[in-house]
């Protein structure tokens, strides 16, 4: 992500970004073989494209003369291997909640086994110096420590929703949590809600409606009361 971001312009990643849902749903069909109606596919178009228009409302290009260094096919390149990376793990991960008896707190547990010692390293390779001056928790206000447990919190939430529903519903559940951000920040940061954006949340709500929709069996007329 970091080197697609480098090479990309601000409209570009995150519209390059969005096709993780697209990925994530080919994953989906392909490694647990779920099947996806025409309408459902429709659905996950309107997705990404309502979740782009509403991140690209507020972006603010900057012109920069460091544009020339960029390039435009690595930045494409990285972005979606990132985009088939976020969509492969999310349903292998998937796959392993809903393919053994084992619980969501053991799978985290697993997890996080490997995650703390390479983000304890990371941390000590980049700050180290600070570290063994100030101490580790140097800096940890009630903010910090309430955020930590946010999304602490929400992680386990994503376990619970991947092990009951699948990746696709949590794709747009964080696409909806996007739309509330924006509306919430209204208030609290005097955010300006833009054509654009409402354009773009209209398209969200309505992809979530219609992946849920489920059309009527066909029945078939055997007889003909009326000639």
């Known amino acids: 992500l970091y080197v697609a971001a480098s090479n990309l312009d601000v409209a570009t990643y995150q519209i390059t970004y969005q096709l993780k849902i697209l990925t994530t749903a080919m994953f989906a069909v392909t ?12 659905s996950l178009l309107i997705l990404v494209s309502g979740v782009a228009m ?3 409302s507020d ?13 435009k096919l690595i930045g494409f390149s990285a972005a979606l ?19 053994s008896d084992i619980s969501v707190w053991m799978r985290n547990v697993q997890l996080a086994l490997l995650s703390v010692p390479l983000g ?3 941390t000590m390779l980049k700050d180290g110096g600070a570290i063994s001056e100030k101490g580790f928790f140097h800096g940890y206000d009630s903010f910090v420590w309430f955020t930590v447990m946010q999304n602490a919190l929400g992680g386990l939430l994503v376990a619970v ?6 990746n696709i519903l949590k794709g747009f559940a964080c696409s909806l949590a996007i739309i509330i951000t924006c ?30 929709y489920q059309p009527k069996p066909k029945q ?7 000639i």
Do not use: H, P
């Open 31 to 42: 490694m647990l073989n779920k099947k996806l109606l025409g309408l459902q596919w429709m």
């Open 54 to 56: 509403v991140q690209l």
């Open 59 to 71: 972006v603010k290009e900057q012109s920069s003369a460091s544009t020339e260094e960029q390039s």
């Open 81 to 99: 291997t990132a985009c088939c990376l976020s969509g492969f793990a999310g349903v292998y991960f998937e796959k392993i909640l809903k393919g």
């Open 120 to 122: 304890f390293c990371t």
């Open 161 to 166: 929703v991947v092990k009951y529903a699948d």
């Open 183 to 212: 509306v919430a920040s209204i208030f609290i940061f005097d955010f300006s809600l833009s054509f654009q954006f409402a354009v773009g949340a209209a398209l969200v709500i309505s992809s979530i409606f219609l992946y849920g």
């Open 220 to 226: 078939n007329n055997k007889t003909m009361e009326r």
